[in-house]
């Protein structure tokens, strides 16, 4: 999937069909990830810092206190649920 304009709808059919992955650019836009279907998020709140992708499309960074930033979570993208970008959609 490239240059997708409606990200969570795609996924939400793939997942729905009983897709176990999905390959695409459509959230970081620089390079091609592989998504795990399978796998269940962490919600937003659970995560402490780092890293994340939503469900939703939307990427970034959860700020944290700087001592907690270490190499390993620098380098790990976690795949998240209920990021504040979906909450602004529902706002």
Not at 61 to 90: K, N, Q, Y
Request: glycine share 6%; with cysteine; charged share 25%.
């Amino acid at each position: 999937m490239r240059h997708c304009q409606h990200f969570a709808l795609y996924r939400a059919k793939l997942e729905a069909t009983g897709c176990a992955r999905l390959i695409t650019n459509a959230r970081w836009r620089m390079g091609v990830e592989c998504i795990d279907l399978t796998t269940r998020p962490v919600p937003y709140d659970d995560l402490p810092l780092g890293w994340y992708a939503c469900r939703c499309g939307a990427t970034g960074f959860r700020p944290g206190p700087p001592e907690a930033l270490t190499h390993a979570v620098a380098e790990t993208i976690v795949e998240v649920d209920r990021c504040p970008e979906c909450a602004s959609w529902s706002d």
